[in-house]
């Protein structure tokens, strides 16, 4: 099954890290990548530019409304994503817990839905 | 053997293995329940088989394949499953019976998954596991049938749709999911023993089942104090079933309870289990209210309590987890180990935070203690304050006959 690991962090905690800090935060993203990537695992995942950096679009009847943020008031921001190959939910969660910013930050679980069985809110 | 009873007593087991073989918990209730009912036509006439647990499973598991071929797309999965049939060949080999069990752990890590609402997994636990009929379960948790059963659909499309994983977790995760595993399992056990409104038998039912469940845990996960510790703790507490509630229906006080008809058997073997996990290390919340439930249950008589050892306990217990639940235990403890006085001081400083505003256990203590001091109309205006508090009909009962001895 493939999932989709969303990453929630404290933007303003990451802006207050030191340039050692973040240098040894993403040596530790690449390792994981490769070892996850070297068994197949690993189907994508990017960093993302910060909240400050995001456009949020709508359409509604018909008008396109283009404004700035999302700058909901929450602690915790989407800052990446890993797409993931599992077996099953528990292995998801397993490579969820060895994300660097699981430790201070938040890992969303999301299976990827399969057409057909798409599961009702 | 009595069909009815192999229904009660194996049909998780039997459903745990189905699940594994059919990889999916709705056609193996469905198929099962076709197998017992070809059982209920067949066996009267034909006799018992020689393995009936065996029969059934390879019975179902026919019957699903016959399912799956009529239903075209399904074909592939009914030749997989067709493919492993070393069971529907030999329906009445015996099946391996360590396979069994594993099955049967394998299906309570899977109901009690993290990823599962709380009630979910306390819902699912006691359909799947437990056997216990959807109406039932409804009637124990107060919520109408369509809404148990909804969340049951919920929870089953969330384990197949979310990929939980039908497996007993790696050593390196077993502890943290074993945590949650005894969570569910205690939940059961309070959902019977102190809810006091809905149907008696199904709450003395719900005590029953987690016992059960809970040593079948000990059994299959030997070595883990903690569950060595729950286990204790419920028997211990269960073993005043008939005790705490008189033929009238009325709440009766572990003080005023009647210690010859608490179960001595049960109490033993309980407190036997929380020295059994003292000594294997445990130290969890479970281990110090077993400790405390032993205690209360091997005092001949109430006087000869030992409220010092219990409120010593209860202090612990708050370093470990603190609520104000468990402040107000103690300082009831503290009450009868030391002086009255201090213990409604201690109440009365909980009472000052009002993070118990709700809590009628709070002003029906704090009124046990004043009546105990023979302050009298300052404990009918708190046994008050607690009768506007209480929602359930036993304890407002008891609530109400104290008010009235009081002012009589």
Redesign the interface.
């Known amino acids: 099954m493939q999932y989709l690991l969303l990453i929630y962090h404290s933007e303003q905690g990451f802006e207050k890290t030191t340039e050692s800090g973040r240098a040894a935060i993403y040596q530790e993203y690449g390792q994981l990548r490769e070892e996850l990537s070297a068994k197949g695992k690993f189907l994508g995942g990017n960093q993302l530019a910060a909240t400050t950096m995001a456009t949020t679009v709508r359409v509604r009847e018909g008008k396109r409304v283009v404004t700035d943020g999302p700058f909901a008031e929450t602690k915790e921001q989407l800052g990446g994503y890993f797409l993931v190959n599992a077996s099953d939910l528990d292995e998801a969660i397993a490579i969820a817990a060895r994300i660097p910013s699981a430790r201070n930050g938040t890992i969303e679980v999301r299976p990827i839905a399969v057409r057909g069985q798409v599961a009702q809110a | 053997m009595d069909l009815e009873k192999l229904h009660r007593e194996e049909s998780g087991r039997i459903l745990a293995t189905l699940i594994r073989l059919l990889g999916d918990f709705d056609l193996a209730e469905e198929m099962l329940q076709e197998a017992y009912a070809v059982a209920m036509q067949k066996w009267p006439s034909e006799g018992t088989p020689a393995n009936p647990r065996a029969w059934l499973i390879s019975t179902a598991r026919h019957k699903a394949i016959d399912r799956l071929r009529r239903v075209q797309r399904f074909e592939r999965k009914a030749e997989e499953i067709a493919r492993t049939a070393e069971i529907a060949v030999q329906p009445e080999s015996n099946l391996d019976e360590e396979m069994l069990v594993d099955d049967g752990l394998r299906l309570i890590f899977t109901c009690c ?1 993290p ?1 599962l609402p709380l009630e979910a997994r306390v819902a699912l636990t006691l359909r799947t596991v437990c056997g216990i009929t959807t109406e039932e379960i409804s009637r124990a948790f107060l919520v109408p049938a369509a809404t148990m059963a909804q969340r049951l659909v ?1 929870a089953k ?2 384990i ?6 039908y ?1 007993v ?1 790696s050593p390196e ?1 077993l502890r943290d999911r074993l945590d949650g595993v005894l969570l569910v399992v205690y939940l059961i056990f309070n959902e019977g023993y102190l809810a006091t409104s809905g149907d008696a038998l199904i709450r003395r039912e719900l005590c029953a089942e987690a016992i059960r469940l809970e040593r079948v845990l000990c059994c299959l996960l030997p070595k883990q104090p903690e569950a060595q510790a729950l286990l204790g703790l419920m028997l211990l507490h269960d073993s005043r079933r008939d005790a705490r509630v008189s033929a009238e229906g009325e709440l009766i006080l572990l003080e005023e309870q009647d210690r010859s008809s608490w179960d001595r058997e049960q109490i033993r073997e309980g407190t036997d289990l929380v020295e059994l996990a003292l000594r294997g290390g445990a130290v969890g919340v479970y281990a110090l209210q077993a400790s405390i439930a032993a205690l209360h249950a091997n005092a001949k008589t109430a006087k000869e309590t030992d409220w010092p050892q219990i409120a010593a306990l209860y202090d612990v217990l708050l370093r470990t987890s603190p609520s104000p639940v468990i402040e107000v235990n103690r300082a009831v403890a503290v009450a009868m180990a030391r002086s009255i006085e201090e213990g409604l001081a201690l109440l009365n400083e909980i009472e000052r935070r009002e993070e118990l505003k709700e809590f009628h256990l709070l002003p029906a203590a704090e009124a046990d203690l004043l009546r105990r001091l023979g302050r009298k109309s300052e404990a009918a205006e708190a046994y008050r304050r607690a009768l506007t508090l209480a929602t359930n009909d036993i304890e407002r009962r008891f609530l109400r006959h104290r008010l009235t001895t009081l002012t009589e």
């Not at chain 2, 197949?160 to 994983?165: D, F, L, S, V």
């Open positions: 998954h990823s919920r499309g969330k197949r749709e979310a990929g939980i994983p497996r977790p995760e």
